[in-house]
């Protein structure tokens, strides 16, 4: 079971800033082509990986396209969404394991080194500090095997399968590094709290020649290694909104993609877009559910026209009940703001019933909308702004809910798009606001007392 890192002061101390947001259909890499080779045989790998989509491979790290063990090496999630090691026509691992919450941070350690005389050495692999033991495939590299890695010529890709475009990843990695030459451990990279919850620790050791370390920390260049080596990658289709503060030390909230209406929709950019399909409504629900507390995000409409449905609902509807009428109250949601079809007027609707016109409420394209949940006070209310301006203060949340609360949105027209900043924005901000802790990045400043869907909040 992965793990969800707690707000807590870690033992180790050690805090990871940043991560780097794969989406899938832009094939976004990070490249380089090795000059000089090195060890082929030995390298260790330790990286975090946050997962967002279900449906399709993910590569991680990839060198070559040649059938042979010895012309290509892919380590990547695949749409069985298991972990596979694959050499040329060999698959060295699959996982018994399915990597499939997309809520949470993994991290996965992995050793190779085709000089061990146990063949069943040869790969070693940890997920959140315990060892994997359980494959649907299992097979050994030769001893001494030489692989595509550190090879002279051969490009090596983070992000994608070896030829650079094949399976591109849909998710987050943090804290990636790579060691050439090198078989570490995976204590080298992490440790146990004191909860028996596995958190990254820092590692003091060296990289070898072709070895790596990225941060993700400058957004103008997004593969700088930190190593020391100064082996930095070229990104390829990623931008600095692709830089982000979810992180295995705080993880940010996201849209759920196991939350489906009978419509569904698409997500991407990390799950925090949604694009309605052609049969209309497409909802989702967020990946973290409040019982109390102050709480703020964003949404930002991005097509011209269509419904969009943006607010918190109660968490007590089963699936069944938000397939068949996502936007109904009577399944138990609360309080949300609706525009229709780009009208002068937005309302605002609660209890199953448009509960009240909303002047300048109406949402155009660009318009970012915030959201300000107040579960402390007598009164539980719900503010809605709009570019930064309040234009609906303290309406009181739906009688009858459960108290547990979760974000939701639904878009009501084919086509229509709509994108969450729970902190963790897909879109270029200008400004930059924090909230009262100093977490996320948001458009327009965070009312006084509210805070950002985090763990660490």
Same mark, same amino acid.
């Given at each position: 079971?992965?793990?969800?890192?707690?707000?807590?002061?870690?033992?180790?101390?050690?805090?990871?800033?940043?991560?780097?947001?794969?989406?899938?259909?832009?094939?976004?890499?990070?490249?380089?082509?090795?000059?000089?080779?090195?060890?082929?045989?030995?390298?260790?790998?330790?990286?975090?990986?946050?997962?967002?989509?279900n449906? %399709?491979?993910? #590569?991680?790290? $990839?060198?070559g396209?040649?059938?042979? !063990?010895? @012309?290509? =090496?892919?380590?990547?999630?695949? /749409?069985?969404?298991?972990?596979?090691?694959?050499?040329?026509?060999?698959?060295?691992?699959?996982t018994?394991?399915?990597?499939?919450?997309?809520?949470?941070?993994?991290?996965?350690?992995?050793?190779f080194?085709?000089?061990?005389?146990?063949?069943?050495?040869?790969?070693?692999?940890?997920?959140?500090?315990?060892?994997?033991?359980s494959?649907?495939?299992?097979?050994?590299?030769?001893?001494?095997?030489?692989?595509?890695?550190?090879?002279?010529?051969?490009?090596?890709?983070?992000?994608?399968?070896?030829?650079?475009?094949?399976s591109?990843?849909?998710?987050?990695?943090?804290?990636?590094?790579?060691?050439?030459?090198?078989?570490?451990?995976?204590?080298?990279?992490?440790?146990?709290?004191?909860?028996?919850?596995?958190?990254?620790?820092?590692?003091n %050791?060296?990289? #070898?020649?072709? $070895?790596f370390?990225?941060?993700?920390q !400058?957004? @103008?260049? =997004?593969?700088?290694?930190?190593? /020391?080596?100064?082996?930095?990658?070229?990104?390829?289709?990623?931008?600095?909104?692709?830089?982000?503060t979810?992180?295995?030390?705080?993880?940010?909230a996201?849209?759920?993609?196991l939350?489906?209406?009978?419509?569904?929709?698409?997500?991407?950019e990390g799950?925090?877009?949604?694009?309605?399909?052609?049969?209309?409504?497409?909802?989702?629900?967020?990946?973290?559910?409040?019982?109390?507390?102050?709480?703020?995000?964003?949404?930002?409409?991005?097509?011209?026209?269509?419904?969009?449905?943006?607010?918190?609902?109660?968490?007590?509807?089963?699936q069944?009940?938000?397939?068949?009428?996502?936007?109904?109250?009577?399944?138990?949601?609360?309080?949300?703001f609706?525009?229709?079809?780009?009208?002068?007027?937005?309302?605002?609707?609660?209890?199953?019933?448009?509960?009240?016109?909303?002047?300048?409420?109406?949402?155009?394209?660009? !318009?970012?909308?915030? =959201?300000?949940?107040?579960?402390?006070?007598?009164?539980?209310?719900?503010?809605?702004?709009?570019?930064?301006?309040?234009?609906?203060?303290?309406?009181?949340i739906?009688?009858?809910?459960?108290?547990?609360?979760?974000?939701?949105?639904?878009?009501?027209?084919?086509?229509?798009?709509?994108?969450?900043?729970?902190?963790?924005?897909?879109?270029?901000?200008?400004?930059?606001?924090?909230?009262?802790?100093?977490?996320?990045?948001?458009?327009?400043?965070?009312?006084?007392?509210y805070?950002?869907?985090?763990?660490?909040?």
């Amino acid at each position: 079971m992965p793990l969800i890192l707690p707000a807590r002061t870690l033992d180790s101390g050690y805090e990871i800033d940043n991560s780097l947001r794969f989406n899938s259909p832009d094939v976004g890499s990070l490249g380089k082509t090795i000059s000089g080779t090195s060890n082929r045989k030995t390298f260790s790998l330790s990286f975090w990986l946050k997962k967002s989509h279900n449906d %399709g491979n993910g #590569g991680i790290m $990839g060198v070559g396209t040649a059938s042979s !063990d010895t @012309g290509k =090496l892919n380590i990547k999630i695949t /749409g069985s969404d298991v972990l596979t090691i694959e050499g040329g026509a060999t698959n060295y691992r699959i996982t018994n394991r399915a990597f499939r919450d997309n809520s949470a941070w993994y991290n996965i350690f992995i050793s190779f080194d085709s000089t061990q005389s146990t063949a069943d050495n040869r790969i070693s692999i940890y997920v959140n500090g315990v060892e994997e033991t359980s494959f649907s495939t299992k097979n050994n590299p030769s001893q001494d095997a030489n692989t595509p890695f550190n090879e002279d010529g051969k490009t090596h890709y983070i992000g994608t399968e070896g030829n650079g475009s094949s399976s591109p990843l849909d998710g987050y990695l943090a804290e990636f590094h790579y060691i050439d030459g090198t078989r570490k451990a995976h204590s080298d990279f992490g440790e146990f709290n004191d909860n028996g919850v596995w958190i990254p620790k820092k590692y003091n %050791g060296s990289y #070898g020649t072709h $070895g790596f370390y990225f941060q993700f920390q !400058d957004s @103008g260049n =997004l593969g700088d290694d930190t190593s /020391g080596n100064g082996n930095d990658y070229t990104a390829t289709n990623l931008t600095a909104t692709d830089q982000t503060t979810d992180t295995a030390t705080n993880n940010f909230a996201t849209l759920n993609p196991l939350i489906n209406s009978a419509q569904n929709g698409a997500l991407s950019e990390g799950n925090t877009k949604l694009v309605s399909g052609s049969a209309s409504w497409g909802h989702k629900l967020g990946t973290m559910a409040v019982t109390n507390g102050k709480w703020y995000y964003e949404a930002k409409v991005t097509s011209s026209t269509g419904n969009h449905y943006v607010g918190w609902q109660d968490i007590q509807p089963t699936q069944a009940q938000n397939a068949a009428n996502p936007q109904s109250d009577s399944s138990g949601t609360t309080i949300w703001f609706t525009n229709t079809a780009n009208d002068t007027t937005g309302f605002l609707r609660k209890n199953d019933t448009d509960d009240s016109a909303v002047a300048s409420g109406a949402i155009a394209n660009n !318009d970012i909308i915030g =959201l300000a949940l107040d579960l402390d006070s007598g009164t539980q209310t719900l503010t809605i702004y709009k570019n930064g301006s309040a234009i609906d203060s303290n309406n009181t949340i739906a009688s009858g809910n459960t108290g547990t609360l979760v974000p939701f949105i639904a878009n009501a027209t084919s086509g229509a798009s709509i994108e969450f900043n729970f902190g963790n924005a897909p879109f270029s901000i200008s400004s930059g606001n924090s909230d009262a802790n100093g977490y996320g990045n948001f458009e327009y400043a965070v009312p006084s007392g509210y805070y950002s869907l985090c763990t660490k909040n």
